[in-house]
């Protein structure tokens, strides 16, 4: 009898981890035909209801009864502002809170505090709200300057236009920079939004972060910080003009640091023949690009140390398989690296930001 008990118990053990095992979250790499990407993700990103064994468990609460509260413009919603419904979510939420933003443009500076996790802003797909404000580095600070900041985990923004509406700096004057974004919370994610600015459009400051199936755009380190970050089927688009044009400006400062950029499927456009896709803003950045089109908008050198050669050993500026005119390497730095298969892998998984206790699917209402 004992070892018939024995027998059930080991049985439930294995049924139960087979279980789990499925609803991980799977380290299958991104397919090289761009096609297959959306499926791909489907199979790979299961919803809640098929993962609540993988998924933190705090995450798996929050998610259990979602509230909606809506934001309109015209009236007809819980608020007319955006800052306001921010502002009726309780400190230390453990439940997941729907903002759900009605199309139009709001002209405000958002701040989500680090004591609200579970966070949505959620746009309608066929009418994407604009969040902006005119900030900029002499007013608030490079990283204050930002329309939105979020500094809280697990925030999630879907059809969302966020931008800063200040002028185009002028080189010769400081405090132009203006963030459209910084995000400086952990676990969070991006689908079908757009990012809009000049220098220092996002600050992808620090955390675990998502994007798919989004636009960004600016002339001047336009997305930098220290995230940890995966970019897939995301539009960079360069502002061009005379004068540094840098995508990617990744800040990681030493070896033992785990940041660095991921840009998959992406495409590289914009106006100018100049722009580089990172530069060593500091000493040990970690930028890739694997399957990216690049039209000629990037200067044939492709990256910049920044006027600082020491840091031409330390940098890791990796392409992949990328197609198109701006990524010819025949007069590449030579500190940039061509990656071979086994190399591009660990940029090539949603592994690579930790994905399998908290990437869902986007949302839908």
Request: hydrophobic letters at 35%; proline letters at 5%; a positive charge.
């Amino acid at each position: 009898m004992a070892r018939k008990m024995t027998c059930i118990a080991l049985h439930a053990a294995l049924t139960t981890i087979l279980l789990v095992a499925t609803c991980v979250i799977s380290d299958t790499l991104i397919p090289a035909d761009k096609s297959q990407v959306d499926a791909w993700f489907k199979n790979n990103v299961k919803p809640l209801t098929a993962r609540q064994g993988s998924l933190d468990p705090a995450l798996v609460k929050a998610e259990g009864a979602p509230r909606i509260i809506s934001v309109s413009k015209s009236g007809g919603g819980n608020f007319k502002t955006v800052s306001d419904a921010v502002k009726s979510i309780p400190d230390g939420n453990t439940r997941r809170v729907i903002v759900h933003i009605g199309g139009g443009q709001y002209t405000e500076k958002i701040t989500i505090p680090r004591s609200k996790p579970f966070i949505t802003f959620y746009g309608s797909p066929g009418s994407l709200p604009t969040l902006t404000y005119s900030g900029n580095s002499a007013q608030y600070g490079t990283v204050d300057s930002a329309s939105l900041i979020v500094l809280s985990d697990y925030f999630t923004a879907a059809n969302i236009i966020i931008a800063n509406s200040s002028p185009r700096p002028n080189p010769k004057q400081k405090g132009g920079q203006a963030l459209a974004f910084r995000i400086s919370g952990d676990m969070a994610s991006f689908y079908n939004c757009k990012f809009k600015g000049f220098q220092d459009t996002v600050c992808d400051d620090r955390g675990n972060h998502f994007f798919k199936d989004c636009y960004v755009e600016g002339s001047v380190d336009f997305i930098f910080g220290s995230g940890k970050s995966l970019y897939l089927n995301t539009e960079l688009r360069v502002l061009g003009d005379e004068g540094l044009m840098v995508i990617a400006a990744q800040a990681r400062k030493s070896s033992s640091e785990d940041d660095g950029f991921s840009f998959v499927h992406c495409s590289v456009t914009g106006t100018g023949d100049s722009a580089f896709l990172g530069r060593a803003w500091m000493a040990y950045p970690s930028v890739v690009y694997a399957y990216t089109t690049m039209t000629s908008v990037v200067d044939p050198l492709g990256w910049s140390d920044n006027f600082h050669p020491e840091r031409d050993s330390t940098v890791l500026f990796g392409e992949y398989k990328n197609s198109g005119p701006g990524s010819n390497l025949s007069r590449r730095a030579k500190f940039s690296k061509q990656l071979g298969d086994n190399e591009a892998k660990k940029f090539l998984s949603l592994a690579y930001i930790k994905g399998s206790s908290w990437l869902l699917p986007s949302p839908s209402m």
